[in-house]
């Protein structure tokens, strides 16, 4: 089944309690990203990869960090988790072909809170 | 920079139609689409329509472009129990980056 997963679907912190929160897909996609979830704010986006080893910043990547390694796997690191990151975040990826990004397929979520 | 605004919430009975609109502000964009979130799940692509259409119908769903106004909006007809969800547009212009509207609540009542 295609599909893509995040781990954990639900954390609980301390600030400044280092954490990463990890992102697979099976479908092969070339582009991958991070959202956070707020209300009243919408969907707004983190980090971008447009493929492996490429990573660019969206409209929120204050006190995130990305990587990708692998073609399949994004995870989201918080070196240094503050409140104001609590939040739902969304992984999601996307075929990439030819100058044209397809659809976007979405994780589950998780749901961080930052005490 | 880009913006793409929605009313927060809608409720309508069950069996009428339902609309939810969005502006967007960047007229570059050239796709637009609906995503659905149901209550603990991630978002599901609905529908999408090109910025050179006007409109686009898949079954109950019927899309509606106004590119000179910049609005864009979702009709469902027959609304059902099932449709209650968060509803989002976005848009994707010149960049590779969707921007998203803050959701529409759609609330169907029996």
């Known amino acids: 089944e295609a599909q893509v997963t995040q781990n954990p679907r639900y954390l609980i912190t301390v600030t400044g309690k280092k954490l990463t929160v990890t992102c697979s897909q099976n479908m092969n996609h070339e582009y991958m990203s991070w959202y956070r979830q707020d209300p009243g704010l919408g969907l707004r986006q983190i980090y971008y990869?447009?493929?492996?080893?490429?990573?660019d910043k969206g409209d929120v990547p204050e006190g995130y960090k990305v990587s990708r390694k692998e073609k399949r796997n994004f995870p989201l690191i918080l070196e240094s988790p503050s409140p104001n990151q609590t939040s739902l975040y969304f992984c999601?990826?996307?075929?990439?072909?030819?100058?044209?990004?397809?659809?976007?397929?979405f994780g589950p979520g998780t749901r961080l809170t930052v005490t | 920079g880009e913006d793409v605004e929605q009313s927060l919430f809608l409720s309508v009975r069950e069996g009428d139609s339902s609309v939810i609109n969005c502006t967007y502000t960047?007229?570059?964009?050239?796709?637009l689409y609906w995503y659905k979130q149901e209550p603990g799940a991630g978002l599901q692509l609905l529908t999408y329509?090109?910025?050179?259409?006007d409109m686009k119908q898949d079954q109950r769903l019927t899309v509606l472009l106004n590119k000179k106004d910049k609005h864009l909006s979702l009709r469902i007809a027959d609304t059902q129990t099932g449709d209650s969800a968060i509803y989002f547009c976005?848009?994707?212009?010149?960049?590779?980056?969707?921007?998203f509207g803050t959701g529409t609540r759609l609330q169907v009542f029996p």
């Open positions: 329509i090109f910025s050179n259409m």
């Open positions: 960047d007229s570059s964009s050239t796709y």
């Open positions: 999601a990826s996307s075929l990439y072909s030819s100058g044209t990004l397809y659809e976007q397929y």
């Open positions: 990869s447009m493929n492996v080893e490429v990573t």
């Open positions: 976005a848009e994707r212009g010149n960049t590779d980056k969707l921007i």
